[in-house]
Each structure stands twice: as structure tokens, then as C-alpha cells.
């Protein structure tokens, strides 16, 4: 069965520290995606990757950073988390050409972020 | 811009109940694809159905019906005899054709509640 894994369900972590959230896919996918999830806002694109050691921002990609260094794994990274940070993030992949608009998104069961 | 509208925060039925889920779409692209997206407790989104811009043919999948109708900009969702199993987040998400590297766009979500 092919996954998406979101190596942690739930965090809780203090104003000001490092957190890394990490995903792993299994389907030797090119694309991979992160996105945090509100109530009432939808999901909303911080970063995408569509090659080892390439990525591009999304919607709002302030207050993140991303890192790709192998094909299966996609690591988003708050450098100094704050309280609004707080949210459920999702991680995503999908195989085919980015540039064909019919990708079917393949998604984790997601990290819930609290930020004290 | 591109803009999901899903007007319905959150829907409780009875089980058995019929329940249609709004989805409202705006673009002036010509090109373009649409999903459903379910997001069942467990938290992993799961891919539903797409459409794309040229086929406006109606889809029932079992208890799942889909009405796309490009004249009102909708993608309705429809549930018949729902069951609590039912119980999900949805979304509808929408992305334009091809030879971009454009993000895709979700609605808010509906949740849908069946109760017992």
C-alpha cells in the first residue's frame, strides 16, 4: 500500500524553538507538497518541491523553510516557531508532471502543531 | 483569481439522509480540473473524483453522485442514503489546465456530520 508518512502526529513545542516536521513518501514520487490546514481556511500551500534540492514558496511560506535532500523525503522546518503557528499541517506527493493539471495528490494524516 | 467557494461550513444529517455539498467555483481559464477531496477523522486526505473542463458529464460512484455544471461555475457533490462512515471533512479543490507549475486551490470545507 503506498504511503505518505508524517513522521509525527502531534507536537507540542514552545515559542521560539527549532521544529522539524518530517514526510516520507514510498512512491518514488518527483512532486512533494506541505500545507497547513485551518478551520475555516481551507488548506493553503506553503512549499512544493518538484526535485531533489528544489523547492518554491507557496502561498505562505513566511515564517518556514523546507528541505529536500533525498527524493522521498521532504522535511518543513519553522525556524523559530510562534503561538499563530499553531495548526494541523499536511504533507502531499504526486508523480506526474507538475505542468499537467490532472495530478492526483496523494496526502500524509498529517502533524498537529501546538505552539505554547 | 481562481477562487473555491464552499459556502457550507458544516452539515448534520440523519443517517439514510440524501445531502448535496455545494462547490462554487470562479476562473476565467478555459482549461482546468476539479476534485473532491475527502479528510475522514484519521486525518489523510483521500482523492474522491476529478473533472475536467471539457467533460461536464455527470458521475455516480455507488452512494456518490457529482453534477458539474460549467453555466453556474458548480461542482456539487451529492451523498444518497449517507451513513455515518460518511463523517468526513470535504473539500473541493480546483487547478488550471496545463504547462504552469500553478498551485491547487481548495475550498474551505464542509463537515459533514450523519448521525446514528
Known amino acids: 500500500d503506498v504511503k505518505v508518512t508524517q513522521s509525527s502526529r502531534y507536537l507540542v513545542k514552545r515559542t521560539g524553538e527549532k521544529v522539524f516536521l518530517e514526510c516520507v513518501q514510498d512512491m518514488d514520487h518527483e512532486n512533494m507538497f506541505w500545507y497547513r490546514q485551518d478551520p475555516g481556511l481551507g488548506l493553503r500551500l506553503i512549499y512544493f518541491s518538484y526535485d531533489v534540492k528544489m523547492k518554491e514558496k507557496g502561498d505562505i511560506p513566511e515564517g518556514y523553510s523546507v528541505s529536500r535532500e533525498k527524493k522521498e523525503r521532504f522535511s518543513l522546518i519553522l525556524e523559530s516557531a510562534s503561538t499563530n503557528q499553531t495548526s494541523m499541517y499536511l504533507c502531499?506527493?504526486?508523480?506526474?508532471?507538475?505542468?499537467?493539471?490532472?495530478?492526483?495528490?496523494?496526502f500524509g494524516a498529517g502533524s498537529r502543531l501546538t505552539v505554547l | 483569481a481562481q477562487k473555491v467557494t464552499q459556502a457550507q461550513t458544516e452539515i448534520s444529517v440523519v443517517e439514510k439522509e440524501d445531502v448535496t455539498l455545494d462547490c462554487v467555483y470562479e476562473?476565467?481559464?478555459?482549461?482546468?480540473?476539479l476534485f473532491w477531496y475527502k479528510q475522514p477523522p484519521s486525518g489523510e486526505l483521500v482523492f474522491l473524483i476529478r473533472?475536467?473542463?471539457?467533460d461536464e458529464q455527470n458521475e455516480i460512484s455507488g452512494r456518490y453522485s457529482w453534477n458539474f455544471q460549467k453555466s453556474t461555475s458548480s461542482f456539487n457533490f451529492t451523498i444518497t442514503a449517507s451513513q455515518v462512515v460518511d463523517s468526513a471533512v470535504y473539500f473541493c479543490s480546483y487547478r488550471w489546465g496545463s504547462g504552469n507549475t500553478g498551485k491547487l486551490i481548495f475550498g474551505q470545507g464542509t463537515t459533514l456530520q450523519v448521525k446514528p
Open positions: 476562473t476565467r481559464d478555459t482549461t482546468y480540473y
Open positions: 473533472r475536467n473542463s471539457f
Open positions: 502531499a506527493s504526486t508523480s506526474r508532471d507538475w505542468t499537467s493539471g490532472a495530478n492526483v495528490l496523494t
